[in-house]
């Protein structure tokens, strides 16, 4: 209700403003009695951390009018109503659309788009100034049924090692949920599509390496119980959880950045809204300066071209996507498979 509403003060880098918060005490994770109030807190809280990962990037929110357990929807464009203060800029889709998306470029941004009913920030993986060239290789570790956090480690540690052999630094978080997150700074020099090949490369090489835990296959039959690198995450306006962003879990657990050091030992249901302030105040940011010193993909785009003279094409693209030039099938293979078998009949 209306005079439900509060005003918080939220510091940030131009002085500190005043947000306004309506229906404070709604209730937004049911299971872990989290409410809206809370949700505005927990962002003023990380609000610089949250800031540097995520903001100076287009960014999607993810809102849910109705709380984790009801509907969703992803918002791009400025909503109506955005404060002066919060600016977006074009960007253009895999379509070949052009639209405003917004930025975040200060805590108090973060805290309206709560007011908003957001809890998943998608940062792009490229800066608002250079929306076309990404700098940061994004690598999404999917556990697939009958595996877990716990499987995704060892990949993750095998994967910093196979970024060290090429000049990259690895940055880990949690998902906020089964998978693991490593994000690495690059040089803003390359399209989307390049980025993407890098990754598949390195995605491939992790897999020739350790194929009984690691998968680039893109068709989930085909991928058994191994850990999948989504190497779809790569593409234009495909995005993650961002640094310290809020998940639509039962315990409301944040994508949470961690030092390599405590992976093996971290349990990622322990970082939540309550809990990662104050681990964040004790242990600092484990990603503070991540931009400091970018690496180059070009060694991992000598693999994917030596990959291609060894007859690995492109991988499928996301069903919503245009169809690209020489991209494999998107029929299932099972499906493709009865349909050859009726033909053959």
Not at 95 to 102: A, E, F
Not at 109 to 131: K, L, Y
Not at 218 to 236: H, L, S, V
Not at 256 to 274: G, K, Q
């Amino acid at each position: 209700m209306a005079g439900d509403a509060i005003e918080l003060t939220v510091p940030g880098p131009h002085g500190d403003r005043a947000v306004r918060l309506s229906s404070p005490t709604r209730v937004i994770w049911p299971e872990a009695g989290v409410t809206k109030r809370e949700l505005a807190e927990y962002l003023v809280a990380v609000g610089a951390a949250f800031i540097e990962a995520n903001g100076d990037r287009p960014v999607s929110l993810q809102r849910f009018p109705g709380g984790v357990d009801g509907e969703q929807f992803f918002s791009k464009n400025p909503p109506k109503g955005a404060p002066e203060w919060v600016r977006s800029v074009p960007v253009t889709y895999p379509s070949g659309r052009t639209h405003p998306q917004l930025v975040l470029d200060e805590p108090a941004a973060a805290v309206w788009a709560a007011q908003m009913n957001t809890i998943v920030f998608h940062p792009w993986a490229s800066r608002a100034h250079r929306s076309d060239l990404p700098d940061e290789l994004r690598i999404d570790l999917d556990p697939q049924p009958g595996t877990g956090f716990a499987e995704a480690v060892p990949v993750a540690l095998a994967l910093r090692e196979l970024l060290g052999e090429v000049g990259l630094t690895g940055y880990v978080k949690s998902s906020g949920s089964r998978g693991i997150h490593v994000f690495a700074p690059i040089d803003p020099e390359h399209e989307f599509l390049d980025v993407r090949h890098a990754v598949i490369a390195l995605g491939r090489e992790l897999e020739r390496r350790l194929p009984d835990e690691v998968t680039t296959n893109w068709w989930k039959e085909e991928r058994g119980d191994r850990i999948f690198i989504d190497y779809n995450q790569a593409n234009r306006d495909r995005t993650m959880a961002g640094a310290y962003s809020p998940r639509p879990t039962p315990d409301a657990t944040v994508s949470c950045p961690l030092e390599w050091s405590e992976l093996e030992r971290t349990d990622p249901a322990e970082h939540t809204i309550r809990t990662v302030p104050a681990r964040l105040a004790e242990l600092g940011d484990p990603w503070a300066g991540m931009h400091d010193r970018p690496g180059r993909i070009d060694a991992l785009l000598e693999w994917w071209r030596r990959d291609l003279d060894d007859g690995l094409g492109e991988l499928p693209f996301p069903p919503d996507f245009p169809k690209m030039p020489g991209e494999p099938t998107r029929v299932q293979p099972s499906r493709a498979k009865k349909a050859d078998d009726d033909s053959a009949g």
